[in-house]
């Protein structure tokens, strides 16, 4: 069943959407990320132009980060004042974002910087998180080798501002998880992403925070980021399609529950591994198609103002 | 013939009610199965039929044209590896949709300056681009829009047909895909007698969103800030109901 899509401008398979969405809620039910890394690549790849993908993935993600937030705030595992800070980095981040999104598009350049972030995040996200899991595989069948300082004092805690996050049982420069929400603000802007996949290690691994607490934080703030997001790219670009937004949510939400349940059963250094070789994945697909000839050198765009 | 006897009654009728739309010669009436084509929640494409009648012999060419507009060809190249967008040529009178379909192979039946005088086939098409463009490079960015237009199908690849039926009638048909801009089309007929255009007649054809899609487009555009604040709210609003929805369950 074929649907047009609005703003997008295009017909699709109404069952496709919704089977992208039930797939990339699947693995974020899964693995517990908003999923936004594979569904902008996903909906670039099925024919969406990549403007209205991005923007309407950010609508897409509000709704994803608040029904995770929701279950993360009744086990109490948010740490708000460290989610307002990193949200005052975001807010400015994606403000930065949707400007550099509309200079981009104007020079003719946004598809190559959408792809580039994307190759260069994913893999460097991706191996990193395939080395941990790997080595915490190992360690299981070895569990005698001996275990790392609790915090290691870098230059990172060298900086000034300091603040206390009770929750986090944390005592560190508040400009660190500024300019952590801010990094990630500007990616999610011009990636349509949540950020949760560069967010959640950044917050465990330079930040030191509770594992626990980590991914109820980060998606605190996410839901901000991406509301300021969503309206800045539907005012500024006009670029968001609530239809479409509908659709992937609608079929995410069914994905996420059956993700949850078969998450349950795996053990959790093997779902990062999965999700590492996931991430990988997409990251060498998207690396490859910048290196291979294009079938045709040539692209169009319809210039600005002229209407039609 | 039931069908050929509904197209000459249509034709009798359009010819004395429409009168104003049929212009310059009489020797030639043509009108579309559509004056309208609505873009609902379900388009897919479709296909408009052109049918006329023409007096004493000739041939029929059909030219539609889209709403004109500017278009950006962009190259890519390979720099450090990667392929990237490198050079650009912008111009600026592109037919957004362009096809031609004829009764007879077109060099047949008119020399080049009527071909040129009527924008008649792809050679004959006037794309504007900047005076400074070397000819080398015009050809192969002009080649370019053309193939990518081709290939989205808004352009054709070939001369389609015009078929008669008897001596008088004739008939065409045009494809508008799913992806087909919307504005003011122009169908243009021409009767073409001893390799000169005898007869023309122009007709519009309007293709325009309607129902939810259109509103929601219009919507977005004109209203940006709210369309956004709407956006969000139901985001919100589909984000948390299911949390609801199952917690009950």
Do not use: C
């Not at chain 2, 609505?38 to 012999?57: C, M, Q, S």
């Amino acid at each position: 069943m074929q649907i047009y899509l609005p703003i997008a401008e295009m017909s699709i398979d109404v069952l496709l959407l919704l089977g992208l969405g039930g797939l990339v809620g699947f693995l974020s039910g899964l693995f517990g990320v908003g999923g936004g890394f594979l569904m902008t690549p996903l909906l670039i790849f099925v024919g969406v132009p990549p403007a209205v993908a991005v923007a309407s993935q950010a609508n897409q993600v509000i709704a994803a980060s608040v029904s995770g937030v929701l279950a993360h705030w009744r086990r109490g595992n948010v740490d708000f004042k460290m989610g307002l800070v990193l949200l005052a980095g975001g807010l400015i981040g994606s403000l930065i974002g949707v400007w550099l999104y509309s200079v981009l598009r104007r020079i003719g350049q946004i598809d190559l910087v959408i792809a580039l972030t994307y190759v260069f995040f994913l893999s460097s996200v991706g191996g990193l998180m395939a080395v941990e899991s790997i080595g915490a595989m190992l360690r299981q069948r070895r569990p005698q080798t001996s275990r790392h300082k609790l915090h290691q004092h870098i230059w990172i805690h060298g900086l000034p501002l300091k603040m206390r996050f009770r929750r986090s049982r944390l005592y560190v420069s508040a400009l660190l998880p500024l300019g952590l929400g801010f990094g990630v603000g500007v990616l999610s802007a011009l990636m349509g992403v949540g950020g949760g996949f560069i967010m959640v290690p950044a917050m465990i691994y330079l930040l030191g925070m509770p594992t626990t607490l980590v991914v109820g934080t980060s998606l605190f703030q996410v839901i901000f980021v991406a509301i300021n997001v969503s309206f800045l790219q539907a005012w500024q670009n006009q670029t968001v399609d609530i239809v479409l937004a509908f659709l992937l949510v609608l079929g995410a939400v069914i994905g996420a529950e059956f993700g949850t349940r078969f998450g349950a059963k795996l053990r959790g250094e093997q779902l990062r591994g999965l999700l590492a070789l996931l991430v990988l994945a997409v990251g060498i697909a998207l690396a490859t198609q910048l290196v291979v000839p294009p079938e045709d050198f040539y692209s169009l765009t319809i210039s600005p103002g002229s209407g039609g | 013939m039931r069908a050929s006897l509904l197209v000459l009654a249509v034709l009798a009728w359009v010819a004395s009610v429409a009168g104003g739309r049929i212009a310059v010669a009489a020797s030639l009436v043509a009108d579309l199965s559509d004056h309208l084509i609505a873009i609902t929640t379900g388009f897919t494409g479709t296909d408009v039929l052109l049918f006329g009648a023409k007096e004493g012999p000739g041939e029929v060419v059909m030219i539609v044209r889209g709403p004109i507009g500017a278009i950006s060809v962009r190259k890519k190249s390979r720099i450090a590896g990667i392929w990237m967008n490198t050079d650009r040529v912008t111009f600026s009178n592109v037919p957004s949709f362009y096809t031609v379909a004829s009764s007879a192979l077109l060099a047949d039946i008119a020399p080049p300056s009527v071909l040129a005088r009527h924008q008649i086939g792809f050679d004959q098409l006037k794309l504007q681009a900047p005076p400074n463009v070397e000819p080398d490079r015009l050809r192969d960015f002009r080649a370019a829009l053309i193939r990518r237009q081709q290939r989205a199908g808004l352009f054709m690849r070939e001369v389609g047909e015009v078929s008669f039926l008897g001596n008088t009638l004739f008939r065409s048909t045009v494809h508008f895909p799913a992806n087909v801009p919307v504005g003011v089309y122009l169908v243009e007929v021409l009767l073409l007698q001893d390799r000169n255009v005898t007869g023309a007649q122009t007709t519009p054809l309007i293709i325009s969103k309607v129902g939810f899609g259109a509103e929601l487009f219009d919507f977005a555009h004109q209203r940006a800030a709210l369309y956004g604040l709407i956006a969000i709210l139901i985001a919100l609003v589909s984000g948390w109901l299911p949390h609801i929805l199952l917690r009950k369950a």
